[in-house]
């Protein structure tokens, strides 16, 4: 039987101290409403453990993994969501895997949201914003239940006997801006494309300061040789990593993926103008080389085909 508690409550009604709540994720937030967001929704998921379990989250282990996803470390029957914008916090229990979303109507802000839908959807709801943001909210849930966001498969850009190199780009735009010495750069999809990382011992020529990191969106559950390496025409530097790719154990419950450190450049067809650029959707991130046997290369070659 599923059990499910829900609780929804705006920051300026939580008057309580909320800096018992304060950890190295929280402190990250340079949007103080953002912020406050996130605080409220952990003090009300609080308050629903203890009600639930007579357990306060630390008593269950309450933590976020590299992406950002809550889990309880010390009992993984119980599951929970979050969501909040706008200064409206929205957070649920339960027993079973849950996902929840809701999203303020801004028409203007429509087509920013079309990368969630295939173009067949597109073409019935482009023209009804209340639509498109109801779906839209309904997709953006369903990726919370099932861990995984709107990410575009991997373009192929060669395919051979034992080789595989796959080209992943980013989902959404990102806008970069260097004003003396300040870098400024934003991201601008529903989950985030990159993170800051620990700064690099040098900074390559051709590329603005600051030291970042993409997540690799794509689980490889196949025993396989994988490489990370520089694409072409790409807008970012990247640093080379390689790693060995394992069958996954079907009892595995989280999965971290690896990470791969990269500069924004300050040179390329996506700088505007001096110091500005725009990174558009589907700009090369990086390569990934997968050397595999033939069986494994075979059903890749027959996905896109297919596709």
């Given at each position: 039987?599923?059990?499910?508690?829900?609780?929804?409550?705006?920051?300026?009604?939580?008057?309580?101290?909320?800096?018992?709540?304060?950890?190295?994720?929280?402190?990250?937030?340079?949007?103080?409403?953002?912020?406050?967001?996130?605080?409220?929704?952990?003090?009300?998921?609080?308050?629903?453990?203890?009600?639930?379990?007579?357990?306060?989250?630390?008593?269950?282990?309450?933590?976020?993994?590299?992406?950002?996803?809550?889990?309880?470390?010390?009992?993984?029957?119980?599951?929970?969501?979050?969501?909040?914008?706008?200064?409206?916090?929205?957070?649920?229990?339960?027993?079973?895997?849950?996902?929840?979303?809701?999203?303020?109507?801004?028409?203007?802000?429509?087509?920013?949201?079309?990368?969630?839908?295939?173009?067949?959807?597109?073409?019935?709801?482009?023209?009804?914003?209340?639509?498109?943001?109801?779906?839209?909210?309904?997709?953006?849930?369903?990726?919370?239940?099932?861990?995984?966001?709107?990410?575009?498969?991997?373009?192929?850009?060669?395919?051979?006997?034992?080789?595989?190199?796959?080209?992943?780009?980013?989902?959404?735009?990102?806008?970069?801006?260097?004003?003396?010495?300040?870098?400024?750069?934003?991201?601008?999809?529903?989950?985030?494309?990159?993170?800051?990382?620990?700064?690099?011992?040098?900074?390559?020529?051709?590329?603005?300061?600051?030291?970042?990191?993409?997540?690799?969106?794509?689980?490889?559950?196949?025993?396989?040789?994988?490489?990370?390496?520089?694409?072409?025409?790409?807008?970012?530097?990247?640093?080379?990593?390689?790693?060995?790719?394992?069958?996954?154990?079907?009892?595995?419950?989280?999965?971290?993926?690896?990470?791969?450190?990269?500069?924004?450049?300050?040179?390329?067809?996506?700088?505007?103008?001096?110091?500005?650029?725009?990174?558009?959707?589907?700009?090369?991130?990086?390569?990934?080389?997968?050397?595999?046997?033939?069986?494994?290369v075979e059903r890749v070659r027959k996905f896109y085909e297919?596709?």
């Amino acid at each position: 039987m599923k059990n499910i508690e829900i609780s929804i409550v705006h920051i300026d009604n939580c008057e309580n101290d909320l800096s018992f709540y304060e950890d190295d994720y929280t402190i990250k937030f340079k949007d103080e409403k953002r912020k406050r967001e996130s605080l409220v929704a952990r003090f009300q998921l609080d308050l629903l453990c203890i009600k639930i379990y007579q357990k306060n989250l630390s008593e269950l282990g309450f933590s976020k993994d590299s992406l950002g996803r809550p889990f309880f470390l010390f009992d993984s029957s119980i599951h929970c969501s979050i969501t909040h914008s706008f200064g409206w916090v929205i957070v649920a229990l339960s027993n079973t895997p849950i996902g929840i979303d809701f999203e303020k109507i801004i028409p203007e802000q429509k087509e920013d949201l079309k990368l969630a839908f295939t173009e067949n959807e597109w073409r019935k709801v482009a023209n009804d914003s209340n639509l498109v943001f109801t779906l839209f909210s309904m997709k953006e849930s369903y990726s919370k239940l099932i861990g995984r966001g709107f990410s575009i498969e991997p373009k192929l850009i060669s395919i051979s006997k034992e080789k595989i190199v796959l080209q992943q780009g980013n989902h959404a735009e990102m806008l970069v801006q260097q004003k003396k010495d300040e870098f400024y750069n934003v991201d601008r999809p529903w989950m985030r494309q990159y993170y800051k990382a620990q700064e690099s011992d040098f900074l390559p020529e051709g590329c603005f300061p600051g030291t970042y990191k993409f997540y690799i969106p794509w689980i490889i559950d196949e025993n396989a040789s994988i490489s990370i390496e520089q694409a072409e025409d790409s807008p970012f530097y990247i640093y080379p990593i390689s790693f060995e790719a394992r069958r996954i154990d079907p009892m595995t419950q989280y999965i971290e993926p690896p990470f791969v450190n990269f500069h924004f450049k300050d040179t390329g067809s996506h700088m505007i103008k001096d110091g500005f650029g725009k990174i558009i959707r589907q700009s090369p991130m990086f390569n990934m080389v997968i050397l595999a046997n033939g069986i494994i290369v075979e059903r890749v070659r027959k996905f896109y085909e297919q596709d």
